[in-house]
């Protein structure tokens, strides 16, 4: 299949909806570190965080799970979401509208959920409400980038990795981007699939053998001295960094990695290669970092090595 014959109704992640333990540890994550600004209480309970104008880009709902439980897609208008709705028919897919309330309670216009195969509810959305309030732009002062790249990216949970690629691939519209496989040391197999479904480099990547349905989601600020302070400031608060500054040789996003709350991983990035289907050609990488996405620990360990092995 060619670039051309894939559906283009979806345009991007548009939020993610976490079930999270500790609410006030998430909250001095989200906003005390990377600076989202607090969206407050939702139609059902749930809390809001953003990243833009949009009124809510995380969701969090209280909760034992610690995982994540939907993911938003936003779709181009009522049109695709009927479009999906047809090849999900086709597909025996079970494809449910949302109530109006549902919605609201999502601050969209139209909602739609389908169930990708390794069991997170994906969560179809158009017209998609403004928050009232500004940004509150005092901790990340140059903003996220989101917009036609969507709301970020996430590393999702996939035991059969061609079958959900398949999922994402035929009912989403979503394209290959690239592959990394690699030996870690102590003999971990890594092996994940990219894929895009805009110009963001991937949208979703699928990895086996994850104990929650996703390794870690991704937010990407606008500006290079933002990544380089909210890492001061993961240190200051003593968030759990877990992967010091490093750049993948795939995305060439600029990150670093901390544990969330919840046990799984945030990434916060910057920069990043964008994807142009006409000219794209996927390949296959053979290691996960082009430099740096070190434990913080091992660093120190090795430094101080390096000054008693010399
Ligand atoms: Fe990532």
Redesign the pocket.
Known sequence: MTHTEHPRDVLGVGYFVFEVADLAAWHTLLVSGLGLTDGGLLADGMRAYRLDERSARVLLREGPADDLVALGFEVDGEAALAAVEGRAREAGVAFERASEADAAARCVAALARVVEPGGVVLELFAGAVAASEPLDRSINAGGFVTGVLGAG?L?LRADDIERTRAFFERLLGFRLSDHIRCELRGGFQVDITFLHVNARHHSV?LGRGLPKHLH?F?VQVAALDDLGRAYDRFFDLGLPVTQSLGRHPNDR?L?FYAKTPSGFEI?C?YGGVEIDDATWTPTTYDQISLWGHRPPRSMKDLHARGRTDR
Request: charged share 10%.
């Open positions: 990216h590393a990547a870690h991704m996003m990150s990434e990035g």
